[in-house]
């Protein structure tokens, strides 16, 4: 039998897991699943005669490298920084390996070593990155064969909630790490390139630079600017694109609440603050704002921030409980982002009901010898339940779908990659749509600069 080791059994994996198990006796397949939890990974299986499950240390050498080096091919789901012992083990071993983790620059130096060895190391076949780059690149591609000219390019995602669980005033609850939720656009501006101008916007203003966007009949939603939308300016070849912009869905108004976190400076992560396991959620908000023997920290709050105790906005913080003076922090030494994210939990985890939703929406604006045209790409995806949710099958399908195909050796190109070539996009972008991710494409007029942005 063909042996996949897949490192890491945690939420995103469910959909992968099912769907190569599913696959295992048609396509000759045995999956080990290693998990730091053995439990975990035996849940996961379910039993299944093809599949088992054995307890993994990535930081255990022994363990690690034994694994390995009993499998045809590695699929790693750890966190994108543990990676890279993993594919050192897998080019030692002369192994190919899948993960859905942005390469760093730890995995790009293993390229040559990968292409001398004939081996395949894929990366970025998840969501955001990986679904976008295939969508994308596939209407990049037509476009380019027509003849025409990119003048546009937009790309936009989130993982949101999906409206029959949607229960909240903020119309959000956590459907991946939250403690990336809570530190979004720090580190730096964010950068893009808009009608031939660079653009920057700092991150205290990058959730008050945002734009409204109405998605295939789903509704408005707004976006915020990711980190760097160039970073692939040459990768998908659009060095000349006069407007390239990537950014981050939520439902509208969630980005107004949010920046008055970023304005008081809750979602700093930078410094411990001291006694904080004591400290209830009304003493952690009143840590922000001016003393006054003799104001209320709701009357301090609201005037910092200027808003009216009418407004909808004041409505989702007094539902986060940050008035609170019963309720403990509990974290010892934590940051304000740290105890952000625990206040953050308490109202934005997903219920055992609870289903979430992937949009993803993209914009392609072209020229040719009959004018200008614009052509819009939208993906609406909901989970079934808090197993198989739309995080995990939009995670994991593209991986297990990627896996076979380097198995079956339909993908051949070698190296360390990210999946922009036609011979990965077009046959996982069709099985996609078995499973319930379909693009909707339809020409508009081209608008070039968004009128209902503020971006730029």
């Not at 694994?67 to 594919?87: F, G, R, T, Y």
């Not at 936009?156 to 403690?179: H, I, M, Q």
């Not at 980190?227 to 108004?253: A, E, F, N, Q």
Request: negative net charge; aromatic residues 10%.
């Amino acid at each position: 039998m063909r042996k996949i080791l897949i490192i890491g059994a945690g939420r995103s994996s469910s959909s992968l897991i099912k769907y190569l198990l599913d696959k295992s006796n048609s396509e000759n397949l045995e999956i080990t699943i290693g998990d730091i939890s053995l439990e975990n990974a035996e849940n996961k299986i379910n039993n299944h005669p093809n599949g088992k499950a054995i307890s993994l240390d990535v930081f255990n050498q022994k363990q690690r490298i034994e694994a390995i080096k009993n499998a045809d091919i590695v699929i790693s789901m750890l966190p994108a920084h543990l990676h890279i012992e993993v594919a050192k083990n897998c080019l030692e071993f002369e192994k190919h390996m899948v993960t859905a983790s942005y390469i760093s620059k730890e995995m790009k130096a293993l390229d040559a070593e990968a292409k001398k060895k004939g081996l395949i190391f894929m990366n970025e076949i998840g969501l955001d990155p990986g679904i976008d780059h295939m969508s994308a690149m596939q209407v990049i591609h037509k476009i380019r064969e027509s003849g025409a000219k990119m003048l546009l390019f937009e790309s936009f995602c989130g993982g949101l909630v999906a409206p029959e669980s949607d229960t909240n005033l903020w119309n959000y609850k956590f459907t991946w790490n939250p403690r990336n939720v809570v530190l979004a656009g720090q580190g730096g501006a964010s950068m893009f390139i808009q009608e031939g101008t660079y653009k920057y916007i700092p991150y205290h203003k990058l959730f008050r630079r945002t734009e409204f966007l109405t998605i295939n009949g789903s509704g408005k939603f707004e976006a915020y600017a990711n980190r760097d939308s160039l970073k692939y300016r040459s990768i998908y070849g659009l060095d000349d694109i006069p407007t390239m912009y990537r950014g981050t869905i939520r439902k509208v108004g969630f980005s107004r609440a949010w920046n008055s976190f970023v304005q008081l400076g809750m979602t700093d992560d930078t410094y411990t603050i001291e006694n904080s396991e004591h400290m209830s959620y009304r003493d952690f908000t009143n840590l922000f704002l001016a003393y006054s023997p003799s104001d209320s920290v709701e009357l301090k709050f609201r005037s910092y921030l200027k808003i009216d105790q009418d407004d909808v906005m004041w409505d989702k913080f007094e539902e986060l409980d940050l008035f609170n003076p019963n309720k403990k922090i509990g974290l010892a030494n934590a940051t304000p982002a740290q105890i952000l994210q625990k206040i953050l939990m308490d109202s934005w985890t997903l219920q055992s009901e609870d289903k979430d939703m992937i949009v993803m929406h993209h914009k392609f604006g072209y020229e040719n010898k009959e004018g200008k045209h614009q052509i819009e790409s939208s993906m609406i995806i909901k989970g079934d339940d808090q197993t198989y949710t739309a995080m995990a099958k939009t995670v994991g399908l593209p991986v297990a779908m990627a896996t076979l195909q380097i198995l079956n050796k339909k993908i051949t190109t070698t190296g360390v990659q990210l999946p922009i070539t036609k011979e990965v996009y077009e046959p996982i972008l069709k099985e996609l749509e078995d499973y319930g991710v379909i693009f909707v494409e339809k020409d508009v007029p081209y608008l070039g600069y968004n009128p209902e942005s503020v971006r730029g």
